[in-house]
């Protein structure tokens, strides 16, 4: 064995940089695929030395259709969760993408449903975001995420009796810019923008309106956006 490890090593250096990192990329790649229980979907890594971890319990259930990448957003370095607890659901519907210091918890027996890329170029989560499942959080397609966010269903804490959780749903073709928080009981429409710092708790949004301020008011009705400039 011993002799066997040190042929293949001597084989690896002696390959070109990029075919090494490709190897590795796709090594990598195949390992977390396989993690996935259904869908027929796959786990791509970009970058060999991304630092990335997914927890699944057994009882958890990840379901991907088309190609969930894990990448890194101009350069950074940070580690990306993604951490499913007992009889989880976590189910993305098309291609996705999740960038660096991204973190993804679900509790156990929580749901989060996610679109993934439809009509834009891509979907995704750019950097530095939480997102914390207490019960379920629903996203749809199209859906682009800066950094910095924190969105959740739960207050994480008991409150005067008060319930902790309500379900948030964010419809298709939503962006989020940076620094917001989307908290319990949120329902943002079909084709809207959440501008930068803006807080919203219990608030429901129509279609095709752009979300601003704490607290969050809609700025502009009638709105057009696009991924690509």
């Known amino acids: 064995?011993?002799?066997?490890?040190?042929i293949i090593k001597k084989i690896v250096l002696s390959l070109p940089l990029l075919v090494v990192n490709r190897l590795i990329c796709n090594i990598r790649s195949y390992y977390y695929t396989r993690k996935i229980d259904s869908g027929g979907g796959?786990?791509?890594?970009?970058?060999?030395?991304?630092?990335?971890?997914?927890?699944?319990r057994k009882t958890s259930q990840l379901f991907i259709k088309g190609t969930l990448r894990i990448t890194s957003h101009i350069?950074?370095?940070?580690?990306?969760?993604i951490s499913l607890g007992n009889n989880s659901i976590l189910k993305i519907n098309n291609d996705f993408s999740i960038g660096n210091g991204v973190r993804v918890m679900l509790n156990a027996n929580s749901t989060l449903i996610i679109g993934g890329k439809n009509k834009e170029s891509d979907s995704g989560i750019t950097c530095d975001t939480l997102i914390m499942v207490n019960k379920k959080i629903s996203i749809g397609e199209d859906f682009i995420c800066a950094w910095g966010n924190f969105i959740s269903d739960s207050d994480w804490h008991s409150i005067e009796g008060q319930n902790h959780q309500k379900d948030v749903i964010i419809g298709s073709h939503t962006w989020i810019a940076n620094n917001c928080n989307i908290l319990k009981g949120t329902v943002i429409g079909n084709n809207t923008i959440v501008a930068s710092n803006t807080k919203i708790v219990n608030k429901t949004f129509p279609n095709d309106v752009l979300i601003a301020g704490i607290p969050p008011k809609i700025i502009k009705q009638e709105i057009n956006w696009s991924r690509d400039i």
């Open 1 to 6: 064995m011993k002799r066997f490890l040190n």
């Open 42 to 56: 796959n786990i791509i890594i970009t970058e060999p030395f991304l630092k990335f971890s997914l927890r699944k």
């Open 75 to 81: 350069g950074g370095n940070s580690k990306t969760v």
